[in-house]
Structures are given as structure tokens and as C-alpha cells.
């Protein structure tokens, strides 16, 4: 059940009048460059926008199998989206979504890469920079599938921890801002790597409408079954759930078009349309619990 408070992100969808940007083709998505101050930034500013910021946290499993070393690698650097957002006219528009990975430096949470982190003055050893630069190169495969004047929609491959153990998941992101005041919100919902078809690889969560400017304690799953002479393989690290916000329940019609590969300017439209009913329902079941 959502409270009054979880209920207040949401916020309008208007995607009427919106036009898809002329080469939606797939790909990768951009990066934040280091050195960018999070809670700093400005409308002058490139990234101007905090989306989500989520720190790891080792919370349940085999926790035993990990020295200090290992747990400080997996949970050092926080894992940091952020948009680009203009005002054109009289509407707001969103330029673009990016990712990248943050620490506090001197007490301001900043972006870093695994290259320039030491003259930065990041704490990180070396451990921790190795495993910042394999993440860094994962970056390749978050692949951004639409984008519109005022949505992004990219795709995050992700360990997840079920019931039945750890599977690899997408995690697709939906990004969006109202025009009018430029408020933004993101809906998030999972898709099972193994499954095909349209619709079919929906996973069996509720999506998750989360306010932009979320902070997020990432809590991590331990499986000590996927380590591989006492070191933890990529799979031993799983979510346990997706970042914070209000759970909107799937409705057929978002169901059937959430799971597609891609989105032509037709099917983003249709997108929009049935995730903006989707939480519309919602709100009404919230108004009708009170």
C-alpha cells in the first residue's frame, strides 16, 4: 500500500505533442565524466539533474565468504544516473540521461573514473580501482532504446536475487519530465534475460515509480555458491530489490509493450500511453484506500 507520502512523486506525463528524436537507433549510453559535484550542479550545467544515486551495501547471504577487502570493493563507489535538462521556450526539455559512478571527495559526492580517481583524490586501493574499471567497461552494455524531448528509455544488465538463486536480469529505466514544469520522475521494472517474446519477459514484479533525486542504499545478496576458489564471481553479488518508490501493478496493456527490444516513434507513443495508465490506476486505488 503506498502513503501519502510515496503517492506525491507522482507527477503528469505528457507525451501528446512529443517527437522522437531522428535516430533512435539502439545505443550505448553516455557516460558522466569525472570530476562532476552531484549535489552541485546547476542549470548551467551539462549534468544537471540528479536521477538516482545508489550506494551498495552488503545485506544478506553468505556475507561470511568476504574478507574487508572485498566487501569495501564491492560497495565503495556509488552508482550515479543523471540527466541533462533545458528549458526551450516555455517547455522543458530532457537532453539526455547518463551513468556513472560517484565518492565523496572533500565531502562533496563527485564522479570519478578508474583513470583519473588518484589525482582526485578518491580513497580508493587497488582492488577497489580494479573493480571501478570493470564496471566502467559494463558501461558498453547499458544500451538507451528511446529518446524523445522529454523520455529516456535505457536497459541495465543486473544480478538479481529470486527465490529459486541469482539470475541474470535487465533492468530497463524510463525517464521522464512534464514539459510544462520540468519535473522529473523514472519508472523501473525488470526483464528476464532468458525469456522472449512480446511481453513475455516481463519478470513477475510490480514496476517502480521513483522520484528523481532518490538516494538509494543498494542492498546486495551474497550467494556463496558462485564463488570460484575463494574469489566471488560475477554472479555472487545479486539485488535484492529495485530502487525506492511506490510499486505500480502491471496492467495488460503496459505488460504487452513493456518487454520489447525497441520502440519505433509509433510504439514509444504506445509506451507512454499505457505506463501513464498504469499509474493512473494506481492513483485512483490509492484515493479510493483512504
Not at 545478496?221 to 554472479?235: N, Q
Request: glycine share 6%.
Amino acid at each position: 500500500m503506498m502513503n501519502r507520502t510515496v503517492a506525491a512523486i507522482f507527477c503528469a506525463i505528457v507525451f501528446v505533442s512529443v517527437a522522437v528524436a531522428q535516430d533512435p537507433a539502439i545505443r550505448s549510453i553516455a557516460v558522466i565524466p569525472a570530476e562532476v559535484q552531484v549535489a552541485k550542479a546547476t542549470s548551467a550545467d551539462r549534468w544537471n539533474r540528479l536521477v538516482l544515486l545508489a550506494t551498495p551495501a552488503i545485506h544478506s547471504g553468505d556475507v561470511n565468504r568476504l574478507n574487508a577487502g572485498m566487501k569495501s570493493a564491492a560497495t565503495k563507489c556509488a552508482l550515479t544516473v543523471m540527466a541533462t535538462v533545458s528549458k526551450q521556450s516555455s517547455q522543458f526539455v530532457l537532453r539526455e540521461v547518463a551513468v556513472g559512478y560517484s565518492v565523496p571527495i572533500a565531502g562533496a559526492q563527485t564522479t570519478i573514473s578508474s583513470s583519473t580517481a588518484a589525482e582526485q583524490g578518491a580513497d580508493l586501493g587497488f582492488i577497489e580501482r580494479q573493480v571501478l574499471r570493470g564496471n566502467e567497461k559494463r558501461f558498453a552494455e547499458v544500451k538507451q532504446i528511446a529518446q524523445t524531448s522529454t523520455l529516456t528509455a535505457f536497459d541495465a544488465p543486473t544480478i538479481f536475487s529470486t527465490t529459486s538463486g541469482h539470475r541474470l536480469m535487465v533492468m530497463r529505466h524510463l525517464c521522464w519530465i512534464d514539459p510544462r514544469t520540468g519535473e522529473g520522475a523514472m519508472l523501473v521494472w525488470l526483464l528476464d534475460a532468458k525469456k522472449g517474446g512480446v511481453g513475455g519477459r516481463v519478470f513477475d514484479l510490480p514496476m517502480r515509480l521513483v522520484r528523481w533525486g532518490s538516494i538509494e542504499t543498494r542492498n546486495i545478496h551474497v550467494d556463496g555458491d558462485a564463488f570460484v576458489f575463494g574469489i566471488p564471481s560475477e554472479t555472487a553479488f545479486g539485488l535484492e530489490s529495485l530502487p525506492p518508490g511506490a510499486d505500480i501493478p502491471w496492467t495488460n496493456s503496459a505488460k504487452q509493450v513493456a518487454g520489447r527490444a525497441s520502440y519505433t516513434q509509433q510504439e514509444v507513443i504506445e509506451l507512454a500511453n499505457a505506463m501513464n495508465d498504469a499509474i493512473t490506476r494506481s492513483k485512483s486505488n490509492l484515493n479510493a484506500s483512504r
